[in-house]
């Protein structure tokens, strides 16, 4: 038995303002929480409807399956959640090139591009205030463990672009193709909003426009900002 | 009024047994519906909470917004509803390039993935009988109106592939790097299933294999389905 207080505050993490004010977050699904339990991420409770064989060495509360399904965030809970605090904001980035995100609304694009980050090895993500907050459980979802592995920042995009020394390309449809740049070993790359694009005001801070070239015809849709990212990161590694 | 009859057909056109029996599917929102609707695909019906202006000269049928939430398969449905005829299978593939999916299970993906093929102009997929059906709702909420553009084929993939004389790409994980290897200008690329990948019997009749490097330390997740897609297109396209 978990007490009922204990349960409403778990169930209110799913509010990004009980996230913050609480400083913790939610995991659910066995793999992701194991994960996440052997990262530098803190731990704050365990819960499982079977703690049997559950992360070793670690104190597992035992959950019955109509509890879960109060506070879980999922249609179909899995029978494993994990409670954690919040990380610190590292203070330096120290990845050579960083990933900066500006506006990006659906969790799932998040999510997704917080696991790319992770394949291509960066390890730094700088994103607007306007942009879905991380530890929202549908961006957990689509990141998988990667979270324990990239740095996630949220700052002001305009104090934070102009004052680096690094080159800034960013991402427009009528940007030069990024088929014919030649990208330096570091840099900054911003993926705006999925309907408008980057940010007037961001836009003035880019050095450089990239544009990905389509070849359908008729098509009015732009790519899909995680679809352009991974199409990105991989140009920046080749 | 819509009549009780025709809004339990339309519900029921959720599940993929009742659209194959009754040949139509259902498209929301409503940039969509009328992109639709000014496509090759035969229209059944249209709805809509507020008809004006939704259309021009075609009938459109008004509904509540409680009768539409009934059928609807979204959370907040937006007030616009199409019915149309599932479009029969083309003959011919007509694409230098065609995407072949091994099992593809999540909507999401295959939505991002009619969007990148019509993005990237490739009109044919040619999609395994366990992969996702294309006339999904969520499916569909992924695509937008790509898929207008894009020729959804299902078919058993060890007879297909055996009857081209293209060169046959696999996506696997011990491919040779996507970045060393040239590729043509006419082929089929195979992508697996999210979890499992390529199937064994798939695998033996693809030609060359590929992989998407990874520049992450310690990772172990893989590539999303949709994010090697959209790099595998970009790089057929290059």
Sequence with gaps: MVVKSELKLIKSLQQKKCRNEHGLFVVE???????????KIKLHKLLAVDPEGFVEGVEVERITNRELSQISSLKNPNGY???????????QLL?????????VQDPGNLGTIIRLCDWFGLTDIVCSLDTVDCYNPKVLQATMGSITRVNIQYRV???????????????FMDGDSVND???????????GNEGKGVSNSVAKL??????????????????????ATAILLHEIRK
């Design 181 to 191: 740049s030649k990208l330096p070993k570091k840099g900054i790359m911003v993926m």
């Design 206 to 227: 880019c050095t450089y426009k990239l544009a990905i070239p389509q070849y359908g015809g008729e098509t009015t849709e732009s790519l899909n900002v995680a679809s």
């Design 81 to 91: 959640l994990g409670v954690f605090h919040i990380p610190e904001q590292a203070e």
């Design 29 to 39: 699904g066995k793999k992701t929480v194991e994960e996440v339990v052997n990262s």
């Design 157 to 171: 995009l305009d104090s934070f672009l102009n004052s680096t020394k690094l080159p800034v390309y960013g991402t």
């Design 95 to 103: 990845s050579d090139w960083i990933l900066v995100l500006d506006g």
